[in-house]
């Protein structure tokens, strides 16, 4: 299988300002959007405007129709939802905080004006998954999703030099999880990935690499429709 991946054109959504959505510290979904449901059902998840589960902030839909066909209703109004693809056609909202002894997720439903628009939502609630990116990431080959590419001897360690094979529009690698440390991540890093043709020279290393931000954000994604 062939990763090309540049790193001037990340695969991000984007804000109407040319701002890549937030992705959080995990992310939020309904279940019955998971690839793995053959016959999915349409469902509904409720975002709370506070803790309290009081008031119903906005209103998260799932046509399974059309798995694309993800809605937020927001005071009967679609507004500029913050959903974003993280699996096959199957898609969440952003987690910006966690609270697993109250059940709870903060989450980013939706953009105004590019401004962030967070609600609760609950996440005991069994039609409701979740996933955090500290756990999640190292089930996948990844790229870095910014422009800053580094790799360490260690964490917090010397940076290292690597010669990445170059491509049009960046560089053609990928990089295999092999485990992590808290925001770092040893990664094996393979470049050329179109290993195979006579005048490649397949590249093999282990290196490690900051895969979160402080603020628990991702420095790295991957391909969701391998």
Known sequence: MRFTISIFFCFLPFLSS??????????VFLNESL???ENPKSDTMIIYKEKDAKEIAAKYTFNCKDRFKNEIISKNKLISNAFFEFDYETFGLPI???EPT???????????????????????????????WEKGLINHYLYFSTKDIKFYKSPEGKIESINLVKTENGFDYIMKPL??????????????????????????????????SESGRPLVWYYTRD
Do not use: C, H
């Not at 040319?18 to 995990?26: A, C, E, P, V």
């Not at 997720?105 to 996933?131: F, T």
């Open 96 to 98: 910006t905080k966690i």
């Open 18 to 27: 040319g701002q890549s959505i937030d992705k959080g510290i995990g992310i």
């Open 102 to 132: 109250n059940d709870l997720a903060k989450v980013i439903y939706g953009y105004s004006e590019n401004r962030a628009l967070k609600g609760w939502v609950k996440i005991n609630d069994r039609k409701v998954g979740y996933q955090l």
């Open 179 to 212: 485990k992590t440390q808290g925001k770092w991540m040893l990664v094996k890093v393979i470049t050329p990935t179109n290993y195979g043709r006579e005048s490649s020279k397949k590249f093999e290393k282990e290196f490690w690499i900051k895969y979160l």
């Open 35 to 37: 690839p793995a449901n």
